[in-house]
């Protein structure tokens, strides 16, 4: 019923620049996007950014000074830009929406490819 649904993803030289973008699919209005993780080939599951819905971020070691999380909260929208790429950036990205409370649920993404390769 709920789906959430990353886009922007694909194939990048280092150095370049990516804009992912996730929208939720479905009536449930609790659900609201609000980080992005990504899983590299052979690697675990790593949080990338962080927001909430008042626009206070975190970020990864790896990410910060290079990717920016933002939230379009009208349209419950979460983006990731992504600048300076680098090859080990390469991963699946996904976003992904916390459950608010214990009788809710949490949802993930499919996920979007990242290739940063020359």
């Known amino acids: 019923q709920v789906q959430l649904v990353e886009s922007g993803g694909g194939l990048v030289q280092p150095g370049g620049s990516l804009r992912l973008s996730c929208v939720v699919r479905g009536n449930i209005g609790y659900v609201h996007p609000t980080e992005w993780h990504r899983q590299a080939p052979g690697q675990e599951r790593e949080m990338v950014a962080t927001?909430?819905?008042?626009?206070?971020?975190n970020y990864a070691d790896s990410a910060k000074g290079r990717f920016t999380i933002s939230r379009d909260n009208v349209a419950n929208t979460l983006y990731l830009q992504m600048d300076s790429l680098k090859p080990d950036d390469t991963a699946v990205y996904y976003c992904?929406?916390?459950?608010?409370?214990?009788?809710?649920?949490?949802?993930w993404g499919q996920g979007t490819r990242v290739t940063v390769s020359s």
């Open positions: 927001i909430t819905r008042g626009g206070r971020t």
């Open positions: 992904y929406a916390p459950a608010h409370t214990v009788e809710q649920r949490d949802f």
